[in-house]
Structures are given as structure tokens and as C-alpha cells.
């Protein structure tokens, strides 16, 4: 599975902004998908996870009540609606595919290119 992540952007804080994670070869609907974000000089970071039925999403903490996964794998996409965007969520944003959801980025074994979320105070 190859994985596209697209839909960041330079915006302001408390601005919004819609990330999508597509598969541009084979099929990511019998995968968990998870969106990770790594900022300059900082670790990788879990941000939000959901399974492949969309029974079940995670959070960190940190976008909880603010971002929202979603998916629809009729049309091979997995989304987060990011809102009340502050200068700290300032990061790439990466998508990932595993068997089942995780926190963990080495859980995922499909990864996708970066995309840079760049919020301005």
C-alpha cells in the first residue's frame, strides 16, 4: 500500500485545516490508519488512529476535542479535520497503515510523505 498524505498549509491559530491521507496503489480498507506529526528537533508523535470499520478512534491528548479522523473506504481515504489550530500543532504531518490501531509509530508499517502544517500565531 503507498499512502499520500495532502492538505497542509500555512494558517493562523484558531484557523482550520483539513489533512487526507489517500492510497494511491492498492487498498487501505482492511487497515487501521493513524496520523503521526513530527516538528523540527522533536520526536515523532501519535496525533489521532482509527480502525478500519471506523468503530473505534484515538486521540492524543494534546488534539483531543479539536481534531477529528474520519474515513470513507469507498473512496480509499482516511481525513483529519483539524480545528483551533494553535502554533504548538506547528509540525509534518504524516499518514500510516497498520493491522490494527496504535499509539505506537512502529505499529505502522505503511507510511506515507509528509505534509507541513505551519501555524502562525
Known amino acids: 500500500v503507498q499512502l499520500q498524505a495532502y492538505g497542509g498549509g500555512l494558517v493562523q491559530a484558531g484557523d482550520s485545516l483539513r489533512l487526507s491521507c489517500a492510497a494511491s496503489?492498492?487498498?487501505?480498507?482492511?487497515?487501521?490508519v493513524g496520523w503521526f506529526r513530527q516538528a523540527p528537533g522533536k520526536e515523532r508523535e501519535f496525533v489521532a488512529t482509527?480502525?478500519?470499520?471506523?468503530?473505534?478512534?484515538d486521540y492524543a491528548d494534546s488534539v483531543k476535542d479539536r481534531f477529528t479522523i474520519s474515513r470513507d473506504n469507498a473512496k480509499n481515504s482516511v481525513n483529519l479535520q483539524m480545528n483551533s489550530l494553535k502554533p504548538e500543532d506547528t509540525a509534518v504531518y504524516y499518514c500510516a497503515a497498520a493491522g490494527y490501531i496504535s499509539r505506537r509509530h512502529d505499529w505502522y508499517k505503511y507510511w506515507g510523505q509528509g505534509t507541513q502544517v505551519t501555524v502562525s500565531s
Open positions: 496503489e492498492g487498498s487501505f480498507s482492511s487497515y487501521a
Open positions: 482509527i480502525n478500519r470499520y471506523s468503530t473505534v478512534a
